[in-house]
């Protein structure tokens, strides 16, 4: 089992439409959970931290389940521009450090 | 606060000419990291580093790639001899700590 995975997609969606993604993990002792998003050809950024609680920002919410051991990503009233590869990044917990894996990403795309 | 910058955006090379990339992380980071992403791909981890020490290298290979992050200057990238399979972009990203990245804009590398 591959230690973050993805639906590659591509979900394409209607303006206004609710489109959630999931991402699972593997290691159970992973402890820190991010979402970012790349656009075409740019640089990936920080959308939002997901919280044990769940957390939400604007028109996105993510949560976390420990017990599956996945984290979703929720938007809300699609726009264009939520157009993008939306990458789930996890921390591996066993090794000397915080490392990081960034998942292969799911892309969405909005249409008019 | 500027962002963390990379330079050259865009780079040519000829097979066998030596690649050198910069990354001058966000003012207060101390962390470093590199990732190569294909077309199509996903971002694929190469090194991370601290000041003058290499952490996890797991991710580079084993020949032509070196990294650096010295007391003071920006961090390199160097590929030696390159080959057309180095074609990619190359994302340096940078932290406070081991969790939140936040990426530079890219180099593209282009080997014709």
């Known amino acids: 089992r591959k230690e973050v995975e993805q639906d590659p997609g591509p979900f394409n969606v209607p303006e206004g439409a609710t489109v959630a993604f999931n991402c699972t993990y593997s290691?159970?002792?992973?402890?820190?959970f991010f979402w970012y998003r790349q656009d075409c050809r740019k640089e990936p950024k920080l959308l939002m931290s997901v919280y044990s609680s769940g957390n939400e920002d604007g028109r996105f919410t993510a949560q976390l389940n420990r017990a599956s051991q996945y984290i979703s990503l929720l938007i809300r009233d699609s726009k264009l521009s939520d157009s993008a590869t939306y990458l789930c990044v996890v921390n591996m917990a066993e090794t000397s450090y915080d490392k990081v894996i960034f998942g292969p990403g799911t892309s969405l795309s909005v249409i008019p | 606060n500027a962002g963390v910058m990379q330079n050259p955006r865009h780079l040519v090379r000829r097979r066998g000419q030596e690649a050198r990339l910069r990354c001058s992380p966000m003012?207060?980071?101390?962390?470093v990291y590199w990732y190569r992403q294909l077309p199509e791909e996903g971002l694929k981890f190469m090194v991370y580093?601290?000041?003058?020490?290499?952490?996890?290298e797991s991710g580079m290979p084993k020949e032509r790639f070196s990294a650096e992050f010295p007391k003071e200057g920006p961090s390199i990238l160097r590929i030696q001899q390159v080959v057309r399979g180095d074609s990619a972009a190359y994302f340096c990203?940078?932290?406070?700590?081991?969790?939140?990245?936040?990426f530079g804009p890219g180099t593209r590398l282009t080997v014709t």
């Open positions: 290691n159970s002792a992973s402890q820190s």
């Open positions: 580093l601290q000041k003058e020490n290499i952490i996890d």
């Open positions: 003012k207060g980071h101390s962390h």
């Open positions: 990203a940078s932290s406070p700590h081991s969790y939140e990245q936040y």
